[in-house]
């Protein structure tokens, strides 16, 4: 039997009413036991003492609910806080390692300047103190530029110096700077001697940071050892007598058998020199 259309409609209208009626209950329910629980205990009448009891769990239900969730903000919020604290820390500790860094540098530079200038002091007045500003350390080529120059009274040929020893050589010069061959350069060589026992050698550059001693014959392989000192001999007008150029770092013996196979380290590091002094008129014992 067909469903009348008018009897479906009013059961629909009749569910409805009582939905809404179940909800303003509702809602009327909820102020009525918010009102009894923000009430002082001793106002409260019989009904919402009733109705306090009666909700009482589920108020402490919801209570626990609302504090964790709150809780959970709160740690949240206290993340986040930290992690801004820690990028900021972060930087300052970024920043403070690159002014460190600049510092020790400065230091650095400081120390060699003033090396420079005592050993000037002690050695010479006729000496031109310059900074290096360009240097090419590459394909065997080790050369660096100074900002003086002829009208400084640089000159070719003159001795470059360190705050310990020699350098290199002046090989050109323009109006306002130098060009200086380092005696690690492979084009250089220097007349020197070797230790106490004052054993000729040429100081070859390696092309990289070492010095090759060329020409010591195999008969000197008792007294030349590691460790002793290698300084320019004077007489070939690149250095004076007794100048300080490195150390013995190896000794063995050559495949011909007639010299040494002999390397030195430099007594400067060449490659972290930001100052020198060039000698501009030549020494006299």
């Excluded at 209208?13 to 205990?41: H, M």
């Excluded at 306090?52 to 626990?64: D, E, I, K």
């Excluded at 200086?180 to 940071?209: C, E, F, K, N, Q």
């Amino acid at each position: 039997m067909p469903l009348d259309p008018r009897s479906a409609d009013a059961h629909d209208g009749a569910v409805n009413l009582r939905r809404a009626i179940l909800f303003v209950s509702f809602i009327l329910l909820v102020a009525i036991t918010t009102q009894a629980y923000r009430q002082d205990p001793r106002d409260r009448g019989p009904f919402q003492r009733t109705l306090v009891t009666l909700t009482s769990p589920v108020a402490y239900v919801f209570s626990g609910i609302g504090g964790f969730f709150g809780n959970i903000g709160e740690w949240v919020k206290s993340h986040n806080v930290t992690v801004e604290r820690v990028a900021v820390l972060e930087d300052e500790v970024r920043g403070g390692q690159a002014a460190l860094s600049r510092l020790e540098g400065l230091e650095a530079e400081n120390r060699q300047l003033r090396d420079l200038l005592a050993v000037r002091a002690t050695i010479t007045p006729e000496s031109v103190v310059a900074r290096v500003i360009a240097r090419n350390p590459g394909g065997g080529s080790r050369t660096l530029r100074i900002n003086q120059g002829s009208s400084d009274g640089v000159a070719v040929g003159q001795p470059v110096l360190g705050g310990i020893g020699f350098l290199g050589q002046i090989v050109d010069v323009t109006r306002h700077t130098a060009g200086v061959l380092m005696a690690t350069d492979r084009r250089s060589a220097v007349s020197v001697r070797i230790g106490p026992h004052a054993i000729p050698a040429i100081a070859l550059g390696d092309g990289d940071r070492g010095l090759l001693l060329d020409g010591v014959p195999e008969q000197a392989r008792e007294q030349v050892v590691e460790g002793m000192i290698v300084y320019a001999a004077g007489d070939d007008g690149l250095a004076w007598a007794s100048t300080l150029l490195g150390t013995v770092e190896a000794v063995s013996d050559h495949a011909a058998g007639l010299f040494l196979d002999v390397r030195a380290t430099p007594a400067e590091d060449l490659s972290a020199a930001q100052w020198v002094y060039v000698v501009v008129e030549p020494l006299h014992e």
